[in-house]
């Protein structure tokens, strides 16, 4: 079965402004690599406006919220300008359109996925989602996309548990915030500490469900391997998951400016290659990736590169 991936010229459209790391050049080193002929199996699509994307972002995220974001997208477009949510989060012309479709993206792969049309999906979507908290866009993320898939795997496709699994430098504290009282969504996360957001520390476990194993600056990949192995794999196979999603941030790269671990390409593959066999266990081989940080353009390329193909060879 093929792997599916979901992309749209709409994503090169959010433009942050000079000099901003989470730049639309990201996706053009994306499509760069995976334009080679080794991903010519790829199965491609665009991902979708979809009619249900609001009704979907309403299970995460408060209608203020929402409200929220259309309307600072309408007066980014009156002022023909952008404009800065905090620090770092900016919407532009095309921001809005780009984040319901990373959001749209992450629902079609999941309704690929679960009905067997496809062995797994990779979201080549930005602006990124994992910060984004239930009332609050922060860190580049609008919206939560992978919460939302999680929550629309539930309620549409009829999983009981849902699992999401974030490698990037940075914690999902958006992530980890939706999840937090759910005892059927699990949360597990390797990141950087002390590093933004500031959480991801061990104590934090909500119901049992969240599952961090922070790590320090200039840690590599046997640290990695072996945090990602005893606090994320076994809790995991012990959940046993309907659906895998993965918080794919490739931000954990050695040549990456915004982090200080020491992950290589070969890391990022043995990461997928040992979700794909926990996956194979419980659910089929079930996976939804989803982009989320990676600013080295190189290393983001190599690093997606490694990641698709390896969703390709667990999917064949």
Known sequence: MATLLLTHPA???HDTGPGHPERADR???IDKVLAHESYNALMRAEAPLRLDVEDEILRVHPSDHLVRMKGTSEIVKKRDAALHIDGDTVMSRGTYEAAIRAVGAGLEAVDEVMSGRVANAFCQVRPPGHHAEKDRAMGFCLFSNIAIAAHYTRARHGAERVAVVDFDVHHGNGTQDVFWSDKDLFYGSTHQMPLFPGTGELSETGVGNIWNAPLREGDGGETFRDAFTSRILGPLHNFGPDLILISAGFDAHKRDPLGGLRLVEADF???TEALGKVAETHCKGRIVSMLEG?????????SV??????LMDLGS
Do not use: N
């Open 294 to 302: 990676g600013y080295d353009l190189e290393a983001l390329a190599k």
């Open 27 to 29: 996706m053009r080193a």
């Open 305 to 310: 590169a490694v990641h698709v193909r390896t």
């Open 269 to 271: 593959m043995w990461a």
């Open 11 to 13: 994503f090169v459209e």
